[in-house]
């Protein structure tokens, strides 16, 4: 994909990471990507390939040994820690299989938890259209445990979403989730790219989940070694297939595929798997 650096959320160049010790591992070695500015991009590849460092030192959550990561134009490494959790809590959002909801707020509590850590006070018609695209407007009042997963999920997307962070990090946004719930949960992400274009990253095992994705990257031993546009469910569980990935990585998606997606799945989440498991993932399709 070529992209003028204007064009770029997120550039990693020639990064490397190693983890010490007496055996040093190198979880990335001379990675270099860029992350185009509304696009949503799927991180894959075998169990230990890197996926979750490279996440981590894209989101300034680790700090690589060697390299330089950004975020729009803003070098990270020449923040401090305080700077860098600034820019954390207001230019990024996160979102992770687990949720990390704070279980004794509620959900309106928790989707305004990182505009309030961050001294901001925000617009209240942004939030409430947050609110609503989520879906979530009847549950505000809720704790997280009176939720069920995949609201859990919803949450955090919107409380990813609120500060209008110009790139939303995913670690298996849906790997907690079944699979009706995940379809829902994906097309909410891609709506978020489509309609806020916004910039999604997420590392999936799910193959699925990709297909959802502009572009899928593949990771094998910390270096990338797959980059492509689009490839669809059934070719992306092959790659990984080649890769030695989980066997789980591709099994239900050599089941999906076969069926049609009414067969699979009924209701509103048919429509997002259909396109997911039939054909990649088309933006602007929402
Ligand atoms: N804190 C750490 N200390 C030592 N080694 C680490 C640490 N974190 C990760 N590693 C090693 O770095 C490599 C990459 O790990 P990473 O978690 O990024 O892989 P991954 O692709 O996300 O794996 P998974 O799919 O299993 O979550 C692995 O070999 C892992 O054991």
Partial sequence: MSVTSADVAVSLEHVRRTYGGDQPVVALDDVDVRFARGTATAVMGPSGSGKSTLLHCAAGLDRPDAGTVRIGSTDLASLSEKRLTELRRSRVGFVFQAFNLVGALNVEQNILLPSRLSGQRPDPAWVAEVVDRVGLGNRLRHRPAQLSGGQQQRAAIARALVTRPEVIFCDEPTGALDTRTAADVLSLLRSVVDQAGQTVVMVT?????????????????????????????????????????????????????????????????????????????VRGEG
């Fill in 205 to 281: 095992h799910d193959p699925v989940a990709a297909s959802y994705a502009d572009r899928v990257v593949v990771l094998a031993d910390g270096r990338i070694v797959r980059d492509m546009p689009q490839p669809g469910a059934e070719r992306i569980a092959e790659h990984l297939a080649h890769l030695g990935g989980r066997e789980s990585d591709a099994r239900p998606v050599a089941q999906s595929v076969g069926r049609t997606a009414a067969q699979t799945f009924a209701g509103p989440a048919a429509q997002s798997l259909a396109r997911a498991t039939a054909r990649p993932a």
